[in-house]
C-alpha cells in the first residue's frame, strides 16, 4: 500500500468519518418519524464535548498540552472547556 493511500485509523481499526457515519445512521433510524432539528449544531455540540474531555484526560488536565494537542489558542480551549461544563 502507498503512503497516500493507507488508512487513517481512530485506534478502533476504522477511520473516524466512518464512526460518524455509522453514528448518524442509527440517529436517523431511531428518530421513528420524528423530525430532526438543528441536526449540525447538536453533532458539533456532541463531538466538541467529547473530544475535549478525553484530551483533557490524556494530558491529565494541563491545558497548554491540551491546546498544543488540538492545534488552538489555550484560551480558546478554556473557553470551550466552560462551555462544555467540564472546567
Avoid at 432539528?37 to 488536565?61: H, P, R, T
Amino acid at each position: 500500500m502507498t503512503a497516500n493511500k493507507r488508512k487513517k485509523f481512530n485506534g478502533e481499526g476504522e477511520k473516524l468519518s466512518y464512526q460518524v457515519s455509522k453514528s448518524m445512521r442509527k440517529y436517523f433510524e431511531q428518530l421513528d418519524g420524528e423530525s430532526p432539528n438543528d441536526v449540525y449544531n447538536m453533532v458539533l455540540k456532541e463531538v466538541e464535548s467529547s473530544l475535549l474531555e478525553i484530551v483533557m484526560q490524556q494530558c491529565d488536565d494541563n491545558q497548554t498540552r491540551a491546546s498544543e494537542m488540538l492545534g488552538i489558542n489555550r484560551g480558546t480551549l478554556r473557553t470551550k472547556l466552560k462551555a462544555h461544563k467540564l472546567l
